[in-house]
């Protein structure tokens, strides 16, 4: 919601917040101030490992009040990099997810971003905000968090994607805030069911295969639908996980038709070798412009290589 219409009955409210969250987003440090009248407004930073603030806990009163009592919900930010597919959030965000501290790294692969969350039936939509890389593009739902001690959350997040010029050249960046607003079970729009098309991912999975969602463009994994396989090193931000000799036959993967196609590629494994597995690659429409790749890995087939 725009703060003038969230404000609109109080035009010095809206001008105590908006220069309390200008203040916070320059200086990504908390603002305290009061104005002539006895006005009091508070903000607060939510920002991700890459210093980028993403938004604020604002709180208006008067300067007697007293601050809320109670700590507010766990909230968190973060950001997908969609151009080489590195996330990283904050140690707020990880304390939503129960994260132990000798876990916690500040940057991951995006694969690993949605090993937590149970989506609901806006997961295609969102996925393909990430394959298009849209600057403006914005997003907002209420998905389920697994936490790491099994508890299941209801999370609102929103985010968008903007463009920053970097040293190693533009890039296009989707920061985002993940709020928890309560336990799934007691929030209705928290999903509980995979949605159809899940279903029948579930239904198709074969022992042995890992399947992933993959970006056409580049080869890099958007989303692991079944547990990935234990032996690939697949989680390392900005590494792609097929040998560098192989980058022709990714691009003949995912050079999507009718029909699946099925190659042999060379995938890094954990202990710094490479592995030869059978990859079949078919298309996976996203919505009615946007497709993804789904690839089926068969790690039944590997030769060490």
Not at 21 to 49: F, K, Q, W
Not at 178 to 195: E, K, M, N, R, S
Not at 225 to 254: E, K, M, R, T, Y
Not at 268 to 279: F, G, H, L, M, N
Request: aromatic content about 6%; glycine content about 6%.
């Amino acid at each position: 919601m725009p703060l003038d219409r969230f404000f609109a009955r109080s035009r010095t409210s809206l001008g105590m917040a908006r220069t309390a969250l200008e203040h916070v987003a320059e200086a990504n440090e908390p603002c305290d101030m009061v104005d002539t009248a006895g006005r009091r407004c508070i903000a607060h930073p939510l920002s991700a490992y890459d210093g980028q603030v993403n938004g604020a806990w604002l709180w208006l009163g008067h300067k007697d009040e007293p601050e809320p009592a109670t700590p507010h919900d766990p909230a968190g930010a973060w950001y997908f990099n969609l151009t080489n597919f590195e996330v990283g959030g904050s140690d707020e965000l990880l304390d939503l997810y129960r994260q132990p501290n000798d876990q916690r790294r500040t940057k991951r692969a995006m694969g690993e971003a949605f090993t937590r969350l149970t989506a609901g039936p806006d997961a295609s939509e969102a996925l393909a905000k990430i394959v298009q890389s849209r600057p403006g593009s914005e997003h907002q739902a209420v998905w389920t968090v697994v936490c790491d001690d099994g508890d299941r959350r209801a999370a609102h997040f929103s985010c968008r994607a903007v463009l920053h010029s970097t040293e190693d050249g533009p890039q296009i960046i989707m920061h985002g805030i993940t709020h928890d607003i309560g336990p799934a079970d007691d929030v209705p729009q928290a999903p509980h069911l995979a949605v159809l098309e899940r279903r029948v991912l579930d239904a198709a999975a074969q022992p042995g295969t890992h399947r992933a969602i993959v970006d056409v463009r580049t080869g890099h994994i958007i989303q692991w639908i079944d547990a990935p396989p234990s032996s690939i090193d697949w989680a390392v931000p900005g590494i792609d996980i097929f040998h560098p000799d192989d980058a022709a036959v990714v691009h003949h993967l995912n050079r999507l038709g009718e029909n699946a196609v099925t190659a042999s590629l060379r995938l890094r494994c954990t202990d710094v070798t490479w592995i030869s597995v059978i990859v079949t690659s078919q298309p996976m429409l996203l919505n009615n412009s946007t497709t993804a790749a789904l690839w089926t890995i068969d790690v039944n087939s590997s030769l060490n290589g």
